[in-house]
């Protein structure tokens, strides 16, 4: 009881009760959850291989993919947006039993996703120069930016209609299917890799450039094994090309989730593609040691996501079939579960901290500058857990406009301008805390902590429990 009653106090958990319901609750949330975290896991570690890959050309290189990232996610946000609103609507039609609105809201989002694919294709493909001049590329890293930029462009239309399904599948509490098609397509990725980048087995030396191309034969491969499962009638959809037939229920939820979701994203992208250039400005060397530690803090991400991904399911069929009781049992209970996943994680951070950091690069200024921000990274985890937890069932239960808010100040507002102020002013008045490798991961640690609390504030007072979808 000791035990239960500190994770209590830790989550903010009040009625949350115990015996047969809570337990089979738990037995559901693990049973969406471990998938997904799966996922997450080994998605994030063969992204991890990927950079290492990357790593053997140069520091530059890394920097030069790193500064990609956020142009990416920028031209994504309609894509994700709508996924966001997909899930939400999918599950809550679940709940309510509603198969054939489950289908059309499926149908319906694939054609949207097609649509968006094809435009940030032609965007990415043609403004790939600007794009990494607008995210901070220097004289060293644009023309290798650039060039990484144009190439992954190629793959944007599989990966809209790969998030789109999986998406879809989330709603249903079925994310074996993600899992899998996450897996391929990284799998994929990697391989192309040792076959593109260094010219092994016959395969000309391409360095970055490889790298690109076999991050769109990873999309390609996912988005084909996404679909062959949309497809399949025994995973739930029976998904059948055929004109379009756009109805007002589906499309007012998926706008009515999406819209104020793609404003989420507006906001986290431009805050952190702010935070990036401020980071760039640094140099080469600490823009590299950003980004190593970027990939781990993205595993704690990825993992908090995969149980965000029951309490996602599960809250959008309480909802669904209206039982707020179980919905809000539900978040706690997903909660409880991102505790373990923190602390498990933070254990592996301060073990292997400077480890981790050489398995990406060489260079001892940059192993450096990374094993000293993997250390403000660890004492991040257990509040970034638990606003990704909170988001998450915020988001599935449609309650997407207090996420952005959020958002705007933690992400757009607050961080940005703690990092310059960590890594410029503060810098030299505190030089024995090293703030050009530290000072980003504190102002990340205080946008976790004050996200975390004013989300756990929401899911307390219960008004997500009112939100309606058609």
């Not at 857990?385 to 992400?411: E, F, H, M, P």
């Not at 504190?442 to 058609?470: C, E, H, I, S």
Request: hydrophobic share 55%; proline share 3%; charged share 15%.
């Amino acid at each position: 009881m000791k035990v239960r009653q500190l994770l209590d106090r830790m989550v903010a958990v009040t009625g949350l009760g115990a015996g047969p319901e809570l337990n089979a609750l738990y037995r559901e949330a693990i049973r969406i959850a471990w998938p997904a975290a799966l996922e997450g896991l080994l998605v994030s570690i063969i992204s991890a291989v990927d950079m290492m890959m990357v790593g053997a050309i140069s520091p530059a290189a890394i920097a030069a993919v790193g500064l990609t990232s956020q142009p990416r996610m920028i031209l994504l946000i309609l894509s994700q947006a709508l996924n966001i609103g997909t899930t939400a609507l999918v599950a809550r039609r679940r709940g309510a039993g509603n198969k054939k609105g489950v289908r059309a809201c499926l149908d319906q989002a694939m054609y949207l996703s097609a649509f968006t694919g094809i435009l940030i294709t032609l965007a990415g493909y043609f403004l790939a120069e600007p794009l990494m001049r607008f995210a901070g590329a220097n004289d060293e890293t644009l023309q290798l930016a650039a060039s990484y930029f144009r190439i992954i462009s190629l793959g944007f239309i599989p990966v809209s209609l790969h998030l789109c399904v999986c998406a879809a599948f989330r709603g249903l509490g079925k994310t074996r299917v993600t899992m899998y098609t996450h897996l391929l397509a990284n799998l994929v990725n990697v391989a192309f890799n040792f076959l593109l980048i260094g010219g092994r087995l016959g395969f000309p030396r391409l360095e970055v450039n490889g790298a690109a191309i076999a991050t769109v034969l990873g999309s390609i491969a996912g988005g084909i094994l996404a679909i062959w499962f949309a497809v399949d009638h025994e995973t739930g959809f029976g998904y059948r090309l055929r004109k379009p037939r756009f109805d007002r229920d589906t499309m007012s939820g998926l706008f009515k989730v999406g819209g104020s979701a793609a404003m989420e994203s507006g906001f986290l992208r431009i805050g952190f593609l702010i935070t990036n250039k401020i980071i760039a400005s640094l140099g080469t060397l600490a823009l590299a040691a950003y980004h190593i530690v970027s990939q781990v803090s993205a595993l704690s991400f990825t993992l908090g996501d995969g149980v965000a991904s029951a309490g996602v399911a599960m809250v959008g069929m309480s909802l669904g079939a209206e039982d707020t009781a179980k919905a809000r049992r539900s978040v706690y209970v997903a909660r409880r579960l991102s505790v373990w996943l923190s602390f498990a994680l933070m254990v592996v951070i301060a073990i292997a901290r400077r480890g981790l950091a050489g398995l990406f690069t060489g260079d001892p200024a940059v192993i450096a500058a990374a094993s000293v921000g993997f250390l403000v990274v660890m004492l991040s985890i257990m509040p970034q857990n638990g606003r990704v937890v909170y988001a998450g069932c915020l988001r599935g239960a449609g309650d997407v406009r207090y996420v952005a808010a959020t958002s705007l100040i933690g992400v757009g507002i607050l961080r940005p301008l703690l990092t310059w102020l960590f890594c410029f002013p503060l810098s030299d008045v505190f030089p024995s805390f090293q703030l050009s490798a530290t000072g980003p991961w504190f102002a990340f640690l205080v946008d976790a902590v004050l996200r975390n609390y004013l989300l756990a504030l929401r899911v307390k007072g219960g008004a997500w429990t009112r939100v309606k979808l058609r």
